[in-house]
């Protein structure tokens, strides 16, 4: 799905955010099932305290098998490229199993990471 199919479909579509809360504290993540079959990630923080102490891509495994219970086949979300530190989002996703499917002229960097099909 391109960046202006996701935008579309959003468009037409009414959707229910769900928020992942880190135990401790030190960050969230939400998210929603698409209508594609796809799970997508809307946001993600992370205290500026807890930053690069594998925080994110805990919420990220979590929300891996929260994608394999909902039987999605792929997770995706964007990271926007105004952010300053957009390449670091984007490279600490792809060290979780993402990859850059593309850079949008509107500024937004598109990950997806399909999800292997329970055997």
């Not at 952010?83 to 850059?100: H, I, T, Y």
Request: glycine share 6%; with cysteine; hydrophobic share 40%.
């Amino acid at each position: 799905m391109s960046y202006g199919e996701m935008r579309e479909a959003y468009d037409w579509e009414v959707h229910t955010r769900q928020t992942l809360v880190d135990p401790m504290d030190r960050g969230f993540m939400t998210f929603e099932l698409a209508p594609d079959g796809g799970l997508y990630i809307v946001e993600v923080y992370v205290r500026p305290s807890y930053r690069r102490d594998g925080v994110a891509r805990a919420m990220l495994e979590r929300i891996k098998r929260i994608a394999v219970q909902e039987d999605r086949s792929h997770i995706y979300g964007t990271v926007s490229t105004r952010n300053p530190a957009w390449r670091a989002s984007v490279a600490a996703q792809e060290a979780c199993g993402f990859e850059l499917v593309n850079v949008s002229e509107q500024g937004e960097a598109l990950l997806r990471l399909t999800l292997a099909p329970e055997e």
